[in-house]
């Protein structure tokens, strides 16, 4: 009996081991299969010369590092209660109900203007983001910031994985067909996308689920206006200067903000653990 007493303990110590493991670094694991399927078919669209592969090497290309970085920040020990497939559908329906939404609104305001100021593009975006993430508080029970968080990066992933194949697409047709022209949008866009639209909407949307929280007071309504203004500022700047070091700076700002919101929500949603104990 003692034997199988110790082999249960160490079963159970081996299966919180590997439980730990998948939890904290399971995004590692997405991004490298992801990573090993672009380039396989990459590999296979060089050697057979196949345009059939095109869609998914941009589809690839667009959507691993987004994915990734979704379930990267949902491995966070945060107290959230929205699953992995209510994400999926936010990244995918307000993926596509932002970029209809942002093109068209885009397209009057051109129309409108006769020139598309970079605030408008900006704000535009940044609010067409923020539609199904706002029909998510509304509409369930996912109410808490940690909720609020991992909806807006997911939403801003879907936008972002949809843009960059956008870009990936017009870029194969004026490189005409030159596939390591598009490689290098791929790449950049898709390394930048966490640090940009993601980091962004999710910063949005965790104060707006903060707002909610806390009764539509005139601060949380203060502190999320002020966190849509800044992200639609940081917007504004990405597309307005354009060079290395601007994106080293503002991805820096992004992230660094992104961190600290997690932190702080972590910390609380292990505060009011430890208190409800």
Same mark, same amino acid.
């Given at each position: ?9 160490? %079963? ?34 060089? $050697? ?26 949902? %491995? ?48 535009? %975006?940044?609010? @067409? ?33 949809? %843009? ?18 598009? $490689? ?21 949307? @965790? ?23 800044? @992200? ?13 070091? @601007? ?31």
């Amino acid at each position: 009996m003692a034997g199988i007493g110790a082999r249960t303990s160490v %079963e159970r110590r081996s299966h919180r081991a590997v439980s730990y493991w998948s939890r904290r670094f399971g995004w590692l694991a997405v991004l490298l299969a992801g990573g090993g399927l672009f380039e396989a078919v990459r590999r296979t669209l060089i $050697d057979t010369g196949n345009p059939n592969l095109v869609p998914s090497l941009m589809l690839l290309g667009a959507a691993v590092v987004p994915v990734s970085f979704v379930a990267f920040v949902q %491995e966070r020990r945060l107290a959230f209660t929205v699953s992995g497939g209510v994400l999926a559908g936010v990244a995918v329906v307000g993926g596509v109900i932002g970029v209809v939404v942002a093109g068209l609104l885009e397209y009057k305001t051109l129309q409108t203007l006769g020139t598309l100021p970079m605030i408008a593009v900006a704000l535009i %975006e940044e609010t @067409a983001k923020l539609i199904v993430p706002v029909l998510v508080l509304v509409g369930t029970r996912h109410r808490s910031g940690a909720d609020g968080l991992l909806v807006g990066v997911a939403s801003g992933a879907g936008f972002a994985a949809l %843009e960059t194949m956008g870009y990936a697409f017009v870029t194969l047709i004026l490189s005409r067909g030159n596939l390591d022209v598009v $490689d290098k949008v791929l790449l950049l866009r898709g390394l930048l996308s966490p640090a940009g639209h993601m980091a962004w909407t999710g910063l949005t949307a @965790a104060a707006l689920w903060q707002a909610y929280a806390h009764g539509w007071s005139r601060r949380s309504i203060l502190l999320c206006v002020l966190t849509f203004a800044a @992200a639609v500022a940081a917007h504004t700047a990405w597309d307005s200067i354009g060079t290395v070091p @601007a994106y080293a700076v503002l991805a820096t700002l992004g992230l660094g903000a992104l961190a600290w919101v997690t932190h702080r929500l972590a910390a609380r949603s292990r505060g009011v653990m430890v208190d409800g104990g």
